[in-house]
């Protein structure tokens, strides 16, 4: 069946550092590749997607590229602000209307 | 416009009691999902609605586990004989469509503690 595997947290970084949280896939035909955020005492919320391969997702500085070659979709933000403390999953979505998360990634940014 | 709504936010039941929690979708979605999500995990896939009907339930983990969607709006999950293993969060989401490129849309989630 259908997995995603993320980067085990929790990561610690300090403010205006660079983000890299890695995810790989497994998913038969095109699946669809979110990024979801959960900051502390709130609902999960699309951060960003990506539908088709070579497609790049980004929002609020957020990035993820959709690599088929690779079955990957790697978050990655050049400079993390205080605020981006937050579970991060990725995720997702098959053809079919099946959604498989990962376990998510703890970040947290100190100043 | 309203989000997606869950009722009751805490429910607090002993073992062997039957609960039901309550999922109030965005108007006009024909999507709608139940996941479980354990501490420090991700959301588990349950099941999924494409308007009344389950298009995919290989996610319920036993048939103590079941769901509705009668009108294709509101939706129940209904857990029956309940273990002290199923305390967790209970998530909807809903999306607008039958694309798969839709983003799901989730609410605040039920947390359900068996003691």
């Known amino acids: 069946g259908d997995s995603v595997t993320q980067m085990e947290g929790p990561v610690t970084l300090s403010e205006e550092a660079f983000l890299t949280i890695n995810c790989t896939y497994t998913?038969?035909?095109?699946?669809?590749l979110f990024w979801y955020v959960q900051y502390p005492g709130e609902g999960l919320q699309l951060l960003l997607k990506?539908?088709?391969?070579?497609d790049k997702g980004s929002n609020k500085g957020f990035e993820a590229t959709y690599r088929k070659e690779t079955t990957s979709f790697h978050l990655e933000k050049g400079s993390v602000q205080v605020s981006d403390s937050a579970v991060y999953f990725c995720?997702?979505?098959?053809?079919?209307?099946?959604?498989?998360f990962g376990d998510g990634t703890t970040l947290t940014v100190k100043p | 416009g309203a989000g997606v709504s869950q009722t009751p936010s805490n429910k607090v039941t002993e073992k062997g009691k039957y609960v039901e929690l309550r999922c109030d979708p965005i108007?006009?979605?024909?999507?709608l999902y139940w996941y479980r999500q354990s501490l420090g995990q991700g959301p588990e896939f349950l099941i999924y609605?494409?308007?009344?009907?389950?298009?995919?339930d290989s996610g319920l983990p036993n048939d103590r586990f079941f769901a509705v969607r009668p009108e294709g709006s509101v939706s129940t999950l209904k857990i029956q004989r309940t273990e002290r293993g199923d305390s967790a969060v209970y998530l909807c989401?809903?999306?607008?469509?039958?694309?798969?490129?839709?983003?799901?849309?989730f609410g605040p989630g039920t947390r359900l503690t068996v003691l």
């Open positions: 989401a809903s999306r607008p469509g039958g694309a798969s490129t839709d983003t799901q849309y």
């Open positions: 998913a038969t035909g095109y699946p669809s």
């Open positions: 990506a539908t088709k391969a070579d």
């Open positions: 995720a997702l979505l098959s053809n079919a209307g099946k959604s498989t």
């Open positions: 108007s006009g979605h024909t999507a």
């Open positions: 609605f494409q308007g009344t009907g389950a298009a995919d």
